[in-house]
């Protein structure tokens, strides 16, 4: 195909593709673009006709793409991505006037620890703004970002999607958070022998404490697993467990007394918390003015 040819692609046709290759739904497809399923299913209709192949076969309540389909959404997300960077607004983004609804994916430790001072400043530069958080974690961050319905993302992270960038926010070192009166620090062997609380967004009952222990011939004995940092103290209070968080996390939760955090009583590596974002909005003035402010407040001093 040649370019006198593109002239009878539609382009929405190929944000229906796109959604429905995210979505693997039609009825879903249509809600997340404000269309009627009828609409979106002759949109359908028509992308077969174009590429000359069914592009979604049914299997129980989903619609699995064909290896054609996969194909072609490897060739056109970074492509529609360009397009999108290209008309996306060019004019200087004014903070004070603005009326933007900015959608942000926050882990739970970002949100309690970091977001209220980074707040406090959007409030003050930009009273007009709408933000919308979501809650994200190495394993939501990926398709929340390939979908669209996050910009950008706070949280530790893996693999993302191949057109997100990343930034390392900050390396944080791990604390050790108790609510016991027992004075001084632990050694290795209370540590070992009292009752954990873990944090775990899979249900998983062993982290990266356990694999520092293991290095070391040593075990301790997790007796809670949770999905998310901002009740641990409550938890833990009147009880024996201790818990391992990271250190801005710990710096917030034991601000209200009740717990208190000391150092892990074994060496452990630094954690990058990373800023990650659509690669569609790389160039977006609000969504340069937003990530700079989220490097701002929740950047340590090296990442600047």
């Not at 290896?67 to 970074?78: D, G, K, Q, V």
């Not at 530790?156 to 016991?180: G, H, M």
């Not at 293991?214 to 997790?222: P, Q, S």
């Not at 467990?241 to 955090?261: C, E, K």
Request: hydrophobic letters at 45%; proline letters at 6%.
């Amino acid at each position: 195909m040649n370019r006198n040819d593109l002239r009878r692609v539609d382009l929405n046709l190929l944000i229906v593709f796109e959604t429905l290759m995210h979505e693997r739904s039609v009825t879903r497809a249509a809600e997340k673009l404000f269309l009627g399923q009828p609409a979106i299913s002759a949109a359908l209709s028509r992308l077969r006709g174009l590429f000359d192949d069914p592009l979604f076969v049914r299997t129980g309540r989903s619609m699995e793409p064909t290896a054609r389909a996969t194909e072609i959404f490897a060739l056109l997300s970074p492509a529609l991505d360009s397009i999108s960077t290209a008309v996306s607004r060019a004019s200087e983004f004014d903070p004070a006037t603005s009326t933007s609804v900015f959608r942000i994916g926050l882990s739970d430790d970002v949100e309690f620890a970091l977001l209220p001072t980074l707040l406090k400043r959007l409030r003050s530069e930009a009273p007009g703004i709408v933000l919308v958080v979501r809650r994200v974690n190495y394993i939501l961050m990926p398709p929340l970002l390939a979908s669209g319905e996050i910009s950008v993302g706070v949280s530790y992270t893996q693999d993302l999607p191949a057109n997100a960038k990343r930034k390392v926010l900050r390396r944080s070192k791990p604390q050790l958070l108790r609510a016991d009166s027992i004075p001084g620090p632990l050694s290795l062997d209370d540590f070992c022998a009292r009752p954990h609380a873990l944090v775990s967004f899979a249900g998983d009952l062993s982290g990266f404490i356990d694999e520092h222990l293991e290095k070391l011939d040593r075990k301790r004995h997790v007796v809670l697993a949770v999905p998310q940092f901002n009740g641990l103290a409550t938890l833990l209070t009147g009880t024996d467990i201790i818990a391992t968080v990271p250190d801005y996390a710990a710096h917030v939760l034991t601000a209200a007394g009740g717990v208190r955090s000391e150092d892990l009583p074994i060496e452990t590596r630094t954690f990058e918390l990373h800023m990650a974002w659509r690669g569609a909005q790389d160039n977006d003035p609000g969504e340069r003015w937003l990530r700079s402010r989220i490097q701002m407040f929740f950047g340590d001093k090296d990442s600047l």
